[in-house]
T-cell receptor, first 113, second 112 residues
Framework: EADIYQTPRYLVIGTGKKITLECSQTMGHDKMYWYQQDPGMELHLIHYSYGVNSTEKGDLSSESTVSRIRTEHFPLTLESARPSHTSQYLC????????????FGQGTRLTVV | GESVGLHLPTLSVQEGDNSIINCAYSNSASDYFIWYKQESGKGPQFIIDIRSNMDKRQGQRVTVLLNKTVKHLSLQIAATQPGDSAVYFCAENGQAGTALIFGKGTTLSVSS
């Protein structure tokens, strides 16, 4: 089992609400990632971080934002949720970039009504 | 055993058969490849990985084959079990090596 945790596991929220999805890892990894995944589809990278105070946008454009104030914590925020944000959000971490295994959390399934 | 020549979204096999799941990767500069298994309601779990200086790597009941000439990756599962039922994704590190780039998944269904 990977030591990476996401909360909440499931979230149903109304349009216009601000939400923060939490992600924490205890492996001391510098590299962390957020992927978005629609049911049965591939994962798309939306944000990544090389370490504290580093955040970059991924290949898939997203209205969400991230922060990296502590090594172990990489929260994702949506300022104003919309139904188009309904998806599964997966957080991951790795010891090195790209050329090594990424460890994934269980995911947060977000539904915006 | 059952095999998939081109990527197909689903593969159905009988328990005990060997399964082969194929994946075409996109970037010739990729030098690291990995297979993940994702069960319903869970995050992807590592199965096996391979670097571009190898063309075959074996694990417990699983083998990954890499053909760099045609940019093709395959996952072979020996003696498939019902617990192997899941969605399988291949991923590559791409030219920038920033993060893993995932391919389309294949849903493996194993009937007993």
């Amino acid at each position: 089992e990977a030591d990476i945790y996401q909360t909440p596991r499931y979230l149903v929220i109304g349009t216009g609400k601000k939400i923060t999805l939490e992600c924490s890892q205890t492996m001391g990894h510098d590299k962390m990632y957020w992927y978005q995944q629609d049911p049965g589809m591939e994962l798309h990278l939306i944000h990544y971080s090389y370490g504290v105070n580093s955040t970059e946008k991924g290949d898939l454009s997203s209205e969400s934002t991230v922060s990296r104030i502590r090594t172990e914590h990489f929260p994702l925020t949506l300022e104003s949720a919309r139904p188009s944000h309904t998806s599964q959000y997966l957080c991951a971490s790795s010891e090195f970039t790209g050329g090594t295994e990424a460890f994934f959390g269980q995911g947060t399934r977000l539904t915006v009504v | 055993g059952e095999s998939v020549g081109l990527h197909l979204p689903t593969l159905s096999v009988q328990e005990g058969d060997n399964s082969i799941i194929n994946c075409a990767y996109s970037n010739s500069a990729s030098d690291y490849f990995i297979w993940y298994k994702q069960e319903s309601g869970k995050g992807p779990q590592f199965i096996i990985d391979i670097r571009s200086n190898m063309d075959k790597r074996q694990g417990q009941r699983v083998t990954v084959l890499l053909n760099k000439t045609v940019k093709h990756l395959s996952l072979q599962i020996a003696a498939t079990q019902p617990g192997d039922s899941a969605v399988y994704f291949c991923a590559e590190n791409g030219q920038a090596g920033t993060a893993l780039i995932f391919g389309k998944g294949t849903t493996l269904s194993v009937s007993s």
